[in-house]
Structures are given as C-alpha cells and as structure tokens.
C-alpha cells in the first residue's frame, strides 16, 4: 500500500506570513495532485504535476514535483484568511485505476 | 456548470434499514468514485467504475455496492447500514484515466449517521 505523509497536519499562521506543506513518500507517482477543501465541501483541484522537478504557479501557491517524483510542495507568499481550509495531495501510481490521498494539512490563516 | 451531484447531503437512518446515496455528473466522464473520509483515516476509496457495466472495488468496500447503468450515475447502496459506516462520503468523477489521472471533480458530500 503506498502511502502519502503530509506534514505538518496543523498549521496556523497570521495574514501575510509565508508558508510550506509536504508531502512525502517512498513510492514513485506518475502524478501527483493538490487539493483544498474547505468545511462542508468537497476537495477542489488545485494543480496536477507530472514532470519530476516541475514547478507550477497558481496566484500565490507554488507547486514543486520532487526530482524523483516521490514527493512534492506547496509554498504559500502571503497568506490570506481565504487560504484557510484541508490541503491534500493524493498521488497516481500509474499502474492501479486509484489516487492515493494524503491525509492532510489542516492551514488556518487569520486576521 | 459542470458538476457532480450528490443527494442527500445530509442523512440520519437506523441501523439496518437499506439506503441510496445518489451521484450524478453532467460531464460526461468516464471515471466515477466514492469515498468515505473520517478523522484521522483521510480519503479512501470504497468503490470505483472505469466506465458503464464496469466496476471495482477500492479499499473499503465491506457494507457497500454501487452499480454503473448510466454513464452519468454512480449510486451507492448500503443494503444494511452500520454504525461504522457513519461518515462524510464523496463522489468523484474524472475525464478518462487511461493516460493518467489528471484531476477529480468532487461532489459536495454526504454526511451520514447511522444510530
């Protein structure tokens, strides 16, 4: 069973701070995914990574696939309470028709 | 609006007595999931369809069926309901993963209690 590690799992910072979230493993993806989900809802896609060492932008959150695509980050600049929610990152082996889903960093931004 | 829909979004029920939780999606998507998310366990996936007529389990799939008829639905059944199963459940459908997974859209979730 492949698993995804998320670190931390709690994170809560003031508006404007900067921030970073893991997600680690010792299995190699063929893609991995970001999602935020906030209370109630269901997660959102965010961004899809597949090239080991690609780097995507979306706003304010960077995305980096590790080099050997077994791992990857999210950098947050400037945090703003609209950022507060579940971030998960689930990864696709490529060889089972599943996601496998980290259990998740829970970021709370406030005022 | 491209969407998955699920009903209800919330239920209470008694243990035992058979339910459906609906899913459907106007995206014509081949893939469709569920999945149950408790505290401290995260996402897992309970069952999943590749396409119409065909389905398969994922990594819980005890207490539960779903069937695939329609391309557009996804219900899941649970013939007999357990206080165990109380959750948040999930649909999700994505495009095709035939060349890779490249993103769920989720429905907004089912919040069920069993007593």
């Known amino acids: 069973t492949q698993l995804l590690e998320q670190s931390p799992q709690f994170l809560s910072i003031q508006e404007g701070e900067n921030l970073t979230v893991y997600c680690n493993s010792s299995s190699v993806f063929s893609s991995l995914q970001w999602y935020r989900q906030e209370p109630g809802e269901g997660p959102v896609l965010l961004v899809t990574?597949?090239?080991?060492?690609e780097v995507k932008k979306l706003k304010r959150l960077t995305f980096q696939f590790g080099d050997a695509r077994k791992d990857s980050s999210l950098h947050i600049t400037a945090a703003q309470p609209g950022d507060t929610g579940l971030y998960l990152c689930?990864?696709?082996?490529?060889?089972?028709?599943?996601?496998?889903f980290g259990t998740g960093t829970r970021l709370q931004v406030t005022l | 609006e491209a969407q998955v829909t699920q009903n209800p979004r919330y239920l209470i029920t008694v243990t035992g007595k058979k339910l459906t939780v609906t899913c459907s999606q106007n995206m014509n998507h081949e893939y469709m999931s569920w999945y149950r998310q408790d505290p401290g366990l995260g996402l897992r996936q309970i069952y999943y369809?590749?396409?119409?007529?065909?389905?398969d389990k994922g990594d819980v799939p005890e207490g539960y069926k779903v069937s695939r008829k329609e391309k557009r639905n996804f219900p899941l059944i649970l013939e007999s309901p357990s206080p165990n199963q109380t959750s948040l459940y999930f649909c999700a459908s994505s495009l095709s993963i035939r060349t890779g997974f490249y993103g769920y859209t989720f429905g907004s979730g089912t919040r069920l209690t069993v007593v």
């Open positions: 689930a990864g696709d082996s490529g060889t089972a028709s599943k996601l496998t």
């Open positions: 990574v597949v090239t080991g060492g």
């Open positions: 369809s590749m396409n119409v007529e065909v389905t």
